[in-house]
């Protein structure tokens, strides 16, 4: 098996020192600007009641303090060489780089779902969603994935609506479907 | 005794048996294919609580997740690759017993282990819920507040690899739980009108769960199949049965407890059972070449958890598992608020959960072990499809929260940030109890200090309260010794393989699957050192 020696050799750079993971540092400055902002959003809140124990900026200002420092603490341990341990599992290959080319393309399709459902409507979105990200990740019988994906949505949509009772956005559809 | 017979009632209506059923089935088909687990499939279930009643659903969300556990075992002895850490041992052990020619075997142990296991933890849980649900139900709000501080450390600190890391994800999630209204203003809505009534847990749920993992997976598919090892009719000889039956009771009183109290969920208690198993075998030397000990105790042990994280669940409202958040989640979309007042509020329902447990045990154990070959098949679905139909059903229930576009675009950036967690190893689950618990917590702090006029020596007045922090400030300090000696108690359980909760971490796991793939027995060895560890 050759991913198990890529693995080993992986886990060895894990432990030895003095390789920083860059991308990390991004993570800490979220946080720290996440923090932040929750810290700065407790400031505009004001009193509920004056007798009120727990006010409602108090969580903001534990919450929003905490992740400031543990931001600043990420920070630390990323430039003392903490690196982290991406999740494997199942389907996962962790020996090449990401494919950012395929999670983009995930995510275009997810937009164009999220931007086109209220005037397409789900049984159309909802096709093309599935068959774009079959098609993202790397599927070429797009015919059956398209006549999958037709099946799904209008399934779905009919079951929601005769079944559960729960009209999905019919879109441009309406009154067809 | 007559609420348990009213349970039975509850749960044999033909309609409730049909929904343990499906429940049953759909959890072993997702517990078998990867990159679902019952966590996955529960969140992307939730959308069926707007129409069935609450005890079907609940049923049947019981049903996946024992069906899940069941499915995962599977996986993990014909594919080497743990889907969950909890089943990690299971892929060292039964992979091994499959590729000596024992598949069969090594299922049929898994299942019937499962079944013991799952068996007496439900027969536990009717003498336990009752009487600790009679003790909590006196517990003040400062002893609540309590409890639920140690839930938080306890996922927090017990099952991360990284205390950091829990924490990290841990404020996040309550940084997420802040978003909404509280006492009339709005609270990190960014001044959109859309987040004045929070944001819903199905979104928060779906959103790291299904897209942050398809995502992550699209990042690094996997381009070469697995090895997939087929597998017959699964059956034991008599002396499977004899090797067999006393690490199940083992596993099981190991699985328990570490279930039950808010402590580390599966993965400790199934090392603890296979280093036991090891040394109390007659055949130590086939530990690492496929003992079947070392398949029974830790899958009876896993399953016996899975039934153990229930009791916190229904006494106390606590979710110390992915499975068991979601279910807290579904609890919750009905209304009905899990605490000490459950038993009491819904003895129906409680009941007729847990007398379903049983059913759906043995529903397990009669359709499964002749369906095995079939499952096994499941392993062979087209990638491509599986992560699109993720989506695709991710997204639908997603929308049908609140039937808004908006929904889908926080759906998405959701998954962005599941999708960050993965990369830099940020556990889960910590998370999502964050923002459940987030607000309980809030509300609870607020009711002590209110009866309390603001005294906040009222939040260790009670005994209870005392004896919790107590217990937090042991975890701390244990952590903090074992961290000064390199890194926190489960890691060091495998110390070159890190657990993490619910399959969250695992480079270092899989690493220290593939030496012993190897032939190097030496992560074995240190896999047997845990007791000591752990003491």
């Not at chain 1, 390789?19 to 929750?38: H, K, N, P, T, W």
């Not at chain 2, 209110?450 to 939040?459: K, M, N």
Request: proline share 6%; charged share 15%; with cysteine.
């Amino acid at each position: 098996m050759s991913t198990s020696t890529d693995l080993t050799e992986r886990v060895s750079a894990d432990t030895s020192p003095r390789i920083v993971d860059r991308a990390q540092y991004g993570l800490a400055a979220f946080l720290v600007l996440s923090g932040g902002y929750v810290v700065y959003d407790g400031t505009t809140l004001g009193d509920a009641f004056a007798d009120q124990p727990v006010q409602p900026w108090a969580l903001s200002y534990a919450v929003g303090g905490v992740l400031l420092l543990l931001g600043l603490g990420l920070g630390a341990a990323t430039a003392r060489g903490d690196r982290a341990e991406a999740e494997d599992g199942e389907d996962i290959d962790l020996s090449g780089s990401t494919d950012v080319r395929t999670v983009g393309l995930l995510a275009l399709v997810l937009i164009a779902n999220l931007a086109l459902i209220d005037r397409l409507g789900w049984a159309i979105t909802g096709a093309l969603l599935f068959t774009g990200a079959c098609g993202a990740l790397g599927s070429r019988t797009w015919l059956r994935n398209l006549a999958v994906g037709v099946a799904l949505s209008v399934g779905s949509f009919y079951l929601f609506y005769s079944v559960l009772g729960v009209p999905l956005p019919a879109g441009v559809l309406d009154g067809v479907l | 005794m007559d609420l348990l017979l009213q349970g039975f009632e509850t749960a044999l209506t033909p309609e409730n048996l049909l929904f343990a059923l499906l429940g049953v089935l759909l959890g072993t088909a997702v517990g078998v294919m990867p990159g679902i687990g019952p966590a996955m499939a529960l969140a992307l279930l939730l959308p069926i609580t707007y129409t069935v009643g609450v005890d079907s659903a609940i049923i049947m969300f019981a049903g996946i997740y024992y069906g899940g556990m069941y499915g995962g075992s599977t996986t993990s002895i014909l594919l080497n690759t743990p889907g969950e850490s909890s089943s990690v041992i299971t892929a060292i052990e039964g992979n091994k017993m499959a590729k000596a020619g024992r598949a069969s075997q090594a299922l049929a142990t898994a299942a019937v282990g499962s079944f013991v296991a799952g068996t007496i933890g439900t027969v536990l849980l009717w003498v336990l819920v009752p009487s600790v649900a009679d003790v909590v139900v006196q517990l003040g709000a400062p002893s609540y507040f309590a409890v639920m501080v140690l839930a938080f450390f306890a996922v927090t600190m017990v099952l991360g690899t990284s205390r950091l890391r829990g924490f990290i994800s841990l404020f996040l999630g309550l940084g997420i739980a802040l978003v909404g209204t509280s006492t009339g203003q709005a609270r990190m809505t960014f001044g959109q009108p859309l987040l004045a009534d929070g944001i819903d847990v199905v979104v928060v749920a779906v959103g790291i769960f299904a897209i942050g993992e398809a995502l992550w997976v699209a990042a690094h598919l996997r381009r070469k199949p697995l090895e997939i090892i087929p597998v017959g009719q699964p059956w034991m000889s008599r002396s499977d049965w004899k090797r067999s039956w006393k690490p199940w009771l083992r596993g099981t009183a190991l699985g328990f407890p570490f279930g039950a109290l808010p402590a580390g969920g599966a993965e400790v208690p199934t090392f603890l059972s296979y280093a036991a198993e090891r040394r109390l075998s007659k055949h130590p030397e086939e530990f690492g070449k496929g003992a079947i000990e070392g398949v029974a105790g830790p899958e009876a042990a896993n399953n016996a958890s899975a039934a153990g994280t229930l009791l916190p669940l229904l006494t106390l409202g606590l979710p110390t598992t992915a499975t068991a958040t979601i279910m807290l989640v579904a609890i919750q979309s009905y209304g009905i608020q899990p605490g000490p007042q459950l038993l009491d509020s819904e003895p129906g329902l409680v009941w007729g959960l847990l007398a379903s447990l049983v059913i759906a045990n043995a529903l397990l154990l009669v359709i499964n072990l002749p369906m095995a070959p079939l499952w096994a098949k499941l392993l062979q679905i087209p990638r491509p499809q599986l992560y699109a139909g993720i989506l695709f059903f991710a997204t639908l229930g997603a929308y049908t929260v609140n039937f808004q576009a908006f929904d889908l675009a926080l759906l998405l950036l959701l998954g962005v940030l599941g999708f960050a967690m993965r990369r830099f190893g940020l556990p889960v689950l910590p998370l999502i109890v964050g923002v459940i618990l987030g607000p309980t917590m809030e509300s609870k702090l607020t009711e002590a200090l209110s009866i309390s006029q603001g005294d906040v020596s009222t939040l260790w007045s009670e005994p209870v309260a005392v004896v919790v922090y107590a217990v937090i400030a042991l975890m701390l300090v244990l952590s903090t010794v074992r961290g000064a000696g390199g890194r926190p108690s489960p890691a060091a359980v495998v110390p070159d393989g890190a657990t993490g909760p619910d399959g969250i971490h695992g480079t270092a796991r899989t690493a220290s699957i593939d030496r012993v793939e190897h032939g190097s027995d030496r992560s074995i060895d240190e896999a047997t050192e845990p007791e000591e560890s752990l003491r």
